[in-house]
């Protein structure tokens, strides 16, 4: 969650500068989903839902100090970042793509940055929101709920709650306007199944960041279509 929050911070402040002028804005439906659970209890204010994760996140850390869990460095949060890029150009056939897209925007300049903004909103948003929501709090719960059912081995428990999990994330992308084809669904549901695995075995940062970065990714091969 501490490695999480640069992220966050960076995607609230630029996305309100970003479409503060505009009567449309695009934002993904995890985060529409999260946030108008969040604006039904009277938490309204950007400034308030990020009091709360701090509060939050405060929390986890001294439960985890009176642990005696040993934190990282600083240097493993930059770890974090470079091992989910790895992760997100793996995740997906646009390697060959990246270094022409990002040799591009050396003529562009600060415009071709701006007219990218969109793009690098919606995957950070997809990162974040969805990785909350399916990842840290619907996973996080399947397993805390079968570990106190089941009393099987963990690595049937995770297996369950992966698949589980991974299926409602497959299907909560139809919940717009796209149609479901069997092609799309089983490519959701083993992206899902991917960063179930990673948010259990590598943390909640990891599972964000590579889910972020994998769809900037595929947003420079594919545009905005």
């Not at 966050?8 to 946030?35: G, H």
């Not at 869990?69 to 150009?89: N, Q, R, W």
């Not at 297996?159 to 479901?180: D, K, R």
Request: with cysteine.
């Amino acid at each position: 969650m501490l490695a999480v929050m640069p992220a966050i911070i960076f995607y609230e402040v630029v996305v309100r500068w970003y479409y503060q002028d505009m009567v449309l804005e695009v934002r993904n439906s995890a985060e529409i989903f999260l946030k108008d659970f969040i604006y039904a209890i009277g938490l309204r204010e950007p400034v308030i839902l990020l009091g709360v994760y701090l509060l939050a996140t405060l929390i986890i850390v001294l439960y985890a100090r009176k642990r005696d869990y040993t934190f990282p460095g600083l240097s493993a949060y930059f770890l974090v970042v470079f091992e989910s890029i790895i992760y997100a150009a793996l995740l997906g056939t646009v390697t060959a793509s990246i270094t022409n897209q990002i040799l591009s925007l050396q003529t562009g300049g600060l415009a071709e940055f701006e007219a990218m903004l969109p793009q690098i909103l919606m995957s950070l948003s997809a990162g974040i929101w969805e990785e909350i929501l399916f990842r840290l709090i619907m996973l996080g719960l399947l397993l805390y709920f079968f570990n106190q059912l089941m009393r099987s081995k963990r690595w049937l428990q995770i297996a369950i709650a992966t698949f589980v999990s991974s299926v409602i994330f497959s299907v909560f992308h139809y919940a717009s306007f796209e149609y479901f084809t069997w092609s799309s669904f089983t490519f959701r549901f083993v992206a899902g199944c991917i960063l179930g695995l990673l948010f259990v075995h590598r943390g909640l940062a990891v599972a964000v960041y590579t889910h972020s970065f994998y769809d900037f990714f595929y947003f420079l091969q594919n545009g905005t279509n």
